[in-house]
């Protein structure tokens, strides 16, 4: 049974750095079947999707955070991870680290969530 | 870019059926896109993938109650005989190459 597990500080002050880790357990993320993302939703309001990363390190961004946002992984760990910087209160959110498939018959959906952790940007 | 356009709320009975849509626009009436349930307090979860010609793939474990279907522009989520448990939040999603795109969310409540 594949899992995902998001990790990180629960309080980030403004300005600075969220970082955040997911770390997948039952698969490899070097099998190149699926992508892996960090998907945001702000308390009271629907889904974001920040970006993804493929084994191979190559990343898609959206473009709204697209210059704060980082997205690397790390395969000898089976993790991958976010850094957002320069936050403010309107990065407050619950993040989750998903998958996506690269394999038919659902390829290109996010079809594994993971359980989300709440970042709260506050001084 | 696509725009998924999802009713805000819909109400169903217990143990009827309600059909949910997400309304692809922006020139993308035939992408395909992936159904999410939210219950409270959870994360998302996937129900299934939906084709613009109607059929779907679903994900490990969900129940043969929902169901999914398409019709131009729309797609759509049934749900028979509704349970309590299926009282949630649904999500429409769609992607292209580079990135995602998620709908507003339909609060379905459970009568």
């Known amino acids: 049974q594949v899992r995902l597990q998001e990790s990180g500080p629960g309080l980030v002050k403004p300005s600075e750095t969220l970082p955040l880790t997911c770390t997948v357990s039952?698969?490899?993320?070097?099998?190149?079947?699926?992508?892996w993302s960090w998907i945001r939703q702000p308390p009271g309001k629907g889904l974001e999707w920040i970006g993804d990363?493929?084994?191979?390190?190559?990343?898609a961004y959206n473009p709204s955070v697209k210059s704060r946002v980082t997205i690397s992984v790390d395969t000898s760990k089976n993790q991958f991870s976010l850094k957002l910087i320069s936050v403010t209160a309107a990065d407050t959110a619950v993040y989750y680290c998903?998958?996506?498939?690269?394999?038919?018959?659902?390829?290109?959906?996010?079809?594994?969530w993971g359980q989300g952790t709440l970042v709260t940007v506050s001084s | 870019q696509p725009v998924l356009t999802q009713s805000s709320s819909a109400y169903g009975s217990l143990g009827s059926s309600v059909k949910l849509t997400c309304s692809l626009t922006?020139?993308?009436?035939?992408?395909?896109i992936a159904w999410h349930q939210q219950q409270p307090g959870k994360a998302p979860r996937f129900l299934m993938k939906?084709?613009?010609?109607?059929?779907?793939n679903k994900g490990s474990g969900v129940p043969d109650r929902f169901s999914g279907s398409s019709s131009g522009a729309d797609r759509y989520l049934t749900i028979s005989n509704l349970q309590s448990e299926d009282e949630a939040d649904y999500y429409c999603?769609?992607?292209?190459?580079?990135?995602?795109?998620f709908g507003g969310g339909t609060k379905l409540t459970v009568l």
């Open positions: 922006g020139g993308h009436t035939t992408y395909r």
């Open positions: 939906l084709e613009g010609s109607g059929s779907y």
């Open positions: 039952g698969d490899s993320i070097s099998s190149g079947d699926y992508y």
């Open positions: 990363i493929y084994y191979s390190g190559s990343s």
């Open positions: 998903a998958r996506v498939s690269h394999l038919s018959p659902v390829r290109g959906a996010t079809d594994l």
């Open positions: 999603e769609t992607w292209d190459s580079n990135t995602h795109w």
